[in-house]
């Protein structure tokens, strides 16, 4: 009963925690600009960071795992590798942009 009872309470804890953050950001944010590219105002290792997180959350995680461990084998990295060089690039080049 208390095992549940203390997982209970966390989740609701992590869940007003993130409501939280979704309002203050609601605040934060000014714009179409702001909500889409973060106002331009990310620096270089969080440009970075964004552009890896959403490749490797769904792109690498899950479709080159399955193309993997289907008919092409290792030759499905070829997509990580690729996007690794790109994200080097796009870090620097996004923010030169207006």
Do not use: C
Not at 6 to 25: E, K, N, R, T
Not at 55 to 81: D, N, R, T
Not at 83 to 93: E, R
């Amino acid at each position: 009963m208390s095992g549940s009872f203390i997982v209970a309470a966390v989740v609701i804890a992590y869940m007003a925690f993130m409501l939280f953050i979704g309002w203050y950001s609601k605040h934060m944010i000014s714009g179409n600009a702001d909500f889409m590219v973060a106002g331009r105002r990310l620096g270089p290792i969080l440009m970075a960071g964004t552009l890896a997180a959403t490749e490797i959350g769904g792109g690498s995680s899950l479709g080159v795992v399955q193309q993997g461990m289907g008919k092409y084998g290792i030759s499905a990295a070829w997509y990580v590798i690729a996007m690794g060089f790109a994200f080097v690039i796009l870090t620097f080049l996004a923010g030169l942009s207006s």
